[in-house]
């Protein structure tokens, strides 16, 4: 069994974690025509140090790096059990970022699939991340992911076949994690046409967002001081209050911040409109400091 995927030629960082998605993403690599794979691709792995079985995959990740002769970084961070996701998932791209940059990497590459796609959309949606969060994961310039448009069922059936080893993740059963229960009792029954609705309606969402985010950055252009992270105030005030939400999120987002929630947005979008001269507002990973006549947003 085969998967045709497209491959760019250049130097990546694959993310692999010991799972059946990693360990396919890297055996279809190894399979492919990717020119001169042993100085292409950098095998790395984080070993969060939630779960006391995680050595294992640690393991099997260094194994397989050796049996296909390339290099191996990993990093333990002990993070402990009742770790939130968006904490783990922070600590692994720090590190992941952290040897793109040490080996002058092109990119990441991770093993995000099909069912990641649609439980991460629904995820975002009971958080209440708007528009964006139908649309946030997906392929960029410094992360690639190349199995989006591949079903999970796809990914095994192409490990069986093809004699793969893979670790199973003991906390993929807890469904007291929102993730777990959304794959275990919501994307696991629903029909094939349901999930094609929904893919379809995520595919409309990314075409929309896509413009959406163009026009917008078009519109900062006129509120941002010489394109720095300095917002004028009177400039934001006269802007409708869903176009001002709109701006607000993509300087947070310009910055480098992703997890902002609704009812943050709309708070810090009264404040800034509001409040006076020499107040601090503060949202997770972000200053954002008031003058008479600008908010100066500063990473914390």
Known sequence: MNLNIDIPKGKFVVAVSGGVDSVVLLDILMSSQLPTPNSQLIVAHFDHGIRQDSAKDAKLVKDLAKKYKLN????????????????????????????????????????HHQDDLIETSMINILRGTGRRGLSSLKTTKTAIR??????????????????????????????????????????????????????????????????????????????????QP?????????????????????????????????KTIERLTVQIKTLPSGKVLQATGVDIVLTKRSARFKNR
């Not at 783990?88 to 991770?110: C, G, H, N, V, W």
């Not at 893919?199 to 252009?221: P, T």
């Not at 709109?246 to 310009?254: A, H, K, P, S």
């Open 230 to 262: 300095v917002l004028s105030r009177s400039w934001f005030i006269m802007l409708p209050y869903d176009v001002s939400k709109e701006v607000l999120l993509t300087i947070l987002y310009n910055i480098g911040l992703k997890d902002i929630d609704k």
């Open 72 to 111: 191996y970084e990993s990093e333990e961070a002990n993070l402990g059990e009742g770790t939130g996701e968006a904490e783990a998932r922070d600590k692994r791209y720090e590190f992941l970022y952290k040897i793109k940059q040490k080996y002058s990497a092109d990119a990441l590459m991770t093993a």
């Open 146 to 227: 190349p199995l989006l448009d591949i079903p999970k069922k796809t990914l095994i059936e192409y490990a069986v076949t093809n004699k793969l080893e893979w670790n199973e993740d003991s906390t993929n059963e807890d469904i007291k994690i929102l993730r777990n229960y959304l794959r275990l009792k919501v994307v696991a029954i629903m029909t094939e046409g349901q999930r094609d609705e929904w893919l379809k309606i995520l595919h409309s969402a990314r075409q929309i967002n896509d413009r959406l985010d163009y026009e917008i950055q078009n519109i900062l252009h006129r509120g941002l001081h010489k394109n």
